[in-house]
């Protein structure tokens, strides 16, 4: 099982809403990422979780919080969005941090739009 | 600040020729680059990866060259095939830290038969 698997798809939220996207791998890797993309840009680093711990948070608004319940699962919250969060959410995972022992295995995305 | 810049936003190339995707990069510190390739409705994918103590890495139909000098890496395809149409990211990062991915905006790449 090669898969990191992101639910939804695409979802839909007003400003007020509070939803979570889900991002789930079984392939015993140790750090999760989560990553933003907008169109016609790169993918922008978000967090990233080392043994289930937030190693890193790239001053991301506090709208979004991550979660990592387990080493297979990764959630983001989400709170009092912006229209201009609207965005691919990519979820990814990797052995470790350390590129050197392996790549990143990126999940389909959830293309959030906020209304 | 764009780190990691990919020039050429399509390219377009026959099926059975070779397809060379550019990438520059600006932070010399970099050692450790990478290509992915994203189909639409899809996450990327992971292609090839060159350290920097290296000039060329190959995999099959697709080697990655590095001019550490220049501060550019290619991306050669050989033959192309038109399986071979996605969007191709480039990325360059520390080895230390292999989270901080630099993408570069993405050369969509189409293979005509």
């Known amino acids: 099982d090669t898969e990191v698997t992101q639910t939804p798809k695409h979802l839909v939220m007003g400003m007020t809403n509070k939803k979570s996207l889900k991002c789930e791998q079984h392939m015993g890797h140790r750090a999760m990422y989560w990553y933003k993309q907008k169109a016609k840009k790169p993918p922008e680093l978000m967090f990233v979780y080392s043994y289930e711990k937030l190693s890193i948070n790239e001053s991301v608004p506090s709208r979004f919080s991550p979660e990592c319940p387990n080493s297979s699962l990764l959630n983001l919250h989400l709170h009092a969005l912006q229209p201009e969060d609207s965005a691919l959410y990519l979820c990814?995972?990797?052995?470790?941090?350390?590129?050197?022992?392996?790549?990143?295995?990126f999940g389909e995305g959830s293309r959030l739009t906020v209304l | 600040d764009q780190q990691v810049k990919q020039n050429s936003p399509s390219l377009s190339v026959q099926e059975g020729r070779i397809s060379i995707l550019n990438c520059d990069y600006t932070?010399?510190?970099?050692?450790?680059f990478l290509w992915y390739k994203k189909y639409p409705a899809e996450g990327p994918t992971f292609l090839i990866s060159i350290s920097s103590i290296k000039d060329k890495n190959e995999d099959g139909r697709f080697t990655v060259f590095l001019n550490k000098s220049a501060k550019h890496l290619s991306l050669h395809i050989v033959p192309s095939q038109p399986g071979d149409s996605a969007v191709y990211f480039c990325a360059a990062t520390f080895s230390n830290s292999g989270y901080a991915l630099n993408f570069g905006k993405g050369t969509s790449l189409l293979v005509t038969p």
């Open positions: 990814a995972s990797s052995q470790g941090i350390q590129f050197l022992t392996g790549e990143l295995f």
């Open positions: 932070n010399s510190m970099f050692d450790y």
